[in-house]
């Protein structure tokens, strides 16, 4: 029997609903005689903490954090807590603080009828962006000088460290190699003539060590619209921290919206634990309606499974969660249904158990 242990950080707004459906269905899979058993310890951090305490996290919470398997993220954010805060003291501090410095996401049409792009199909878009997560322009650094005054100046220094930039780089073109498929660096070089030219030439660099490889390379404005116009050119696709974050939710656009968007936050190394997340945010109009969008917890449950080591599990969980959006009865109201968070969630659980029957899944 192989035992996780899981924190939780249920977080703000509808991060508590959704959290308990991707519970659930960990608990099902315990249930269905899978040789794995999962333990929840919950930490009711994030706004409404703050708050109380002044604190998004406890002081001691990285060392808190630090013996679990991985945490499981809700949502952060909330109305009352500037959102540079409710980023920096609980998010980005365990990114940075735990080395996650992959971001995985995938961007995968699941159903053709949930894109506003009315000739691509499922097999147009399907493609996983690689993001650094670590330092890039969320680093951090920068300064507010001449504050309130007319010579006022305001500096943001995106950091591109050789260690930093070599290592995603790398770990795309493992990604791309292992699983046969081409690799697109999106950067822009032509104007970001520091950054982004030692991206650039890191990624041609590490390149010459992956000839079996096909690459391209873009600029994120030109890639921008070949997401729209040309999704299919995208296979795997590495770049950095910021563009990372606006591509994948123009990616969310074309798929059916952030209700089905999730993100892996990895070390790769297994030195700390990993984060997994839904990427929709709090949504704090929509919260205790009952109505919140689980399937991006849920997809972020199959990438923690597949962290874990249990692929076949975590394809389990995906080829249910594709399944469920073809039946619009039993959909939230953003995918054009009117069933709840809960009632999504239990038939999700039905549908695994009917999958695996099937296919033997243990």
Request: hydrophobic residues 40%; aromatic residues 10%.
């Amino acid at each position: 029997m192989k035992n996780f242990n899981i924190a939780l950080i249920p977080g703000d707004g509808i991060g508590p609903e959704v959290v308990a459906e991707g519970v659930k269905v960990l608990k099902a899979i315990e249930e269905m005689g899978s040789n794995l058993s999962f333990s929840f310890t919950e930490f009711p951090w994030g706004c409404e903490h703050y708050l109380e305490t002044g604190k998004m996290m406890d002081d001691d919470g990285i060392e808190k954090l630090k013996h679990f398997d991985a945490i499981y993220l809700g949502a952060v954010g909330y109305p009352g807590v500037p959102d540079h805060i409710s980023l920096w003291d609980l998010l980005l501090r365990i990114r940075k603080e735990f080395d996650q410095y992959v971001n995985l996401r995938p961007v995968t049409l699941l159903n053709q009828s949930l894109t506003p792009l009315k000739t691509k199909t499922e097999a147009d878009i399907d493609f996983l962006v690689i993001r650094e997560n670590s330092e890039g322009e969320y680093a951090g650094a920068g300064d507010w000088l001449f504050k309130g005054q007319p010579e006022e100046v305001v500096l943001q220094t995106g950091v591109f460290s050789r260690k930093g930039t070599e290592r995603i780089i790398r770990y795309a073109y493992e990604e791309a190699r292992t699983s046969n498929r081409t690799l697109t660096s999106i950067s822009k070089g032509n104007a970001l003539n520091y950054s982004m030219v030692f991206w650039d030439e890191v990624f041609e660099e590490v390149g010459k060590e992956y000839p079996d490889v096909e690459t391209y390379s873009y600029l994120v404005d030109a890639a921008s619209l070949y997401l729209v116009s040309d999704p299919e050119r995208f296979e795997v696709v590495v770049t950095s921290n910021l563009f990372g974050d606006i591509i994948t939710d123009l990616g969310a656009g074309i798929t059916g919206g952030l209700g089905l968007a999730t993100g892996a936050n990895v070390n790769p190394e297994k030195e700390y634990p990993s984060m997994f997340e839904p990427v929709h945010g709090s949504a704090p109009d929509i919260a205790g309606k009952g109505n919140a969008n689980p399937i991006a917890a849920i997809w972020s449950v199959s990438q923690m499974l597949d962290f874990f080591g249990e692929e076949r599990w975590g394809k389990a969980v995906l080829t249910t969660i594709q399944d469920m959006v073809k039946e619009t009865e039993m959909l939230t109201p953003d995918l054009g249904g009117n069933a709840s968070t809960g009632d999504v969630g239990d038939s999700f659980i039905e549908k695994l158990k009917i999958a695996t029957e099937t296919t033997k899944v243990k």
